[in-house]
């Protein structure tokens, strides 16, 4: 699949020219026009990103009828707000060709496991609507996701729920306060927070489920759409769980959902 850089004249604030350096999406298209899309964001603690949460889930989503793009976002040694700016950048770039790629501007989602669960939920409360008077017009675009799905994610920086190695990675040794709470997704959310799909399991010994649980519960407060399944058993990275016979059913009941929100067509 070829790949297509975010920025090709180089990203914002970019610490050099490797890949790492370059956000970019690889394309997963489905036949025809007017497709829904989703954006995957991979896991691995703003630190990496880990490959069985990329290809195979976007591979997945086209027997829906989906179209997928997989993001190389930036991590470590990139710090907020690389990695946001970068899942911004790609919901703009999707809109803007929209046409180009068959798929609908008003049916276009963000899915993130883990860490990358964190960076998909930021992208649902911390949007903006884009600025007509950029003189990029992929700046024009908005980058509001149409729908979230977050799997087993990091929602909360704060001591006691969140993921010390994602939170590190992110803010550094020593975050700011207001930059904590800003970045706790289950504290920005709104009436306007689009619709979400949330899986955890109950016993993840790496991200609590706290908070995926704080983050419905927040959404709940809101009046925002939700689903929330939480599994009893299943280790943290378990991706599409294929091989826990329970788990695995995360798919088929994500991909209800979708059908429900009119993103899916193929079931």
């Known amino acids: 699949m070829?790949?297509?850089?975010?920025?090709?004249?180089?990203?914002?604030?970019?610490?050099?020219?490797?890949?790492?350096?370059?956000?970019?999406?690889?394309?997963?298209?489905?036949?025809?026009?007017?497709?829904?899309?989703?954006?995957?964001?991979?896991?691995?603690?703003?630190?990496?990103?880990?490959?069985?949460?990329?290809?195979?889930?976007?591979?997945?989503?086209?027997?829906?009828?989906?179209?997928?793009?997989?993001?190389r976002y930036r991590v470590a040694p990139y710090r907020y707000p690389a990695a946001l700016q970068d899942a911004q950048r790609a919901l703009k770039t999707i809109r803007h060709r929209a046409e180009e790629f068959g798929i609908d501007p008003g049916r276009l989602g963000i899915l993130?496991?883990?860490?990358?669960?964190?960076?998909?939920?930021?992208?649902?409360?911390?949007?903006?609507?884009?600025?007509?008077?950029?003189?990029?017009?992929?700046?024009?675009?908005?980058?509001?996701?149409?729908?979230?799905?977050?799997?087993?994610?990091?929602?909360?920086?704060?001591?006691?729920?969140?993921?010390?190695?994602?939170?590190?990675?992110?803010?550094?040794?020593?975050?700011d306060e207001q930059l904590v709470k800003r970045l706790s997704s289950e504290l920005q959310v709104t009436a306007e927070t689009p619709p979400v799909f949330l899986w955890h399991t109950a016993d993840d010994a790496s991200v609590p489920v706290e908070n995926s649980l704080q983050f419905a519960a927040a959404l709940g407060r809101h009046n925002v759409p939700y689903d929330l399944h939480v599994y009893a058993h299943g280790i943290h990275g378990l991706g599409l769980a294929e091989e826990e016979p329970h788990t695995k059913s995360w798919s088929e009941a994500c991909a209800s959902w979708l059908q429900l929100n009119r993103f899916a067509n193929n079931i």
């Not at 908005?142 to 010390?164: A, F, K």
Request: aromatic letters at 6%; hydrophobic letters at 35%.
């Open 112 to 175: 993130g496991f883990s860490a990358g669960g964190h960076l998909a939920s930021t992208a649902g409360v911390l949007y903006d609507q884009g600025n007509p008077d950029h003189r990029d017009p992929v700046e024009h675009q908005s980058s509001r996701p149409d729908c979230l799905i977050l799997c087993y994610p990091v929602i909360s920086m704060r001591d006691g729920v969140t993921h010390e190695g994602s939170k590190t990675n992110l803010l550094g040794e020593a975050p």
């Open 2 to 71: 070829e790949t297509l850089l975010l920025w090709p004249e180089g990203a914002p604030h970019a610490l050099g020219t490797g890949d790492e350096d370059r956000p970019a999406v690889t394309p997963y298209l489905v036949d025809g026009k007017h497709n829904a899309a989703i954006v995957i964001c991979p896991g691995g603690g703003y630190g990496m990103r880990a490959e069985h949460e990329g290809a195979p889930v976007a591979r997945w989503l086209n027997t829906l009828g989906i179209s997928a793009f997989v993001l």
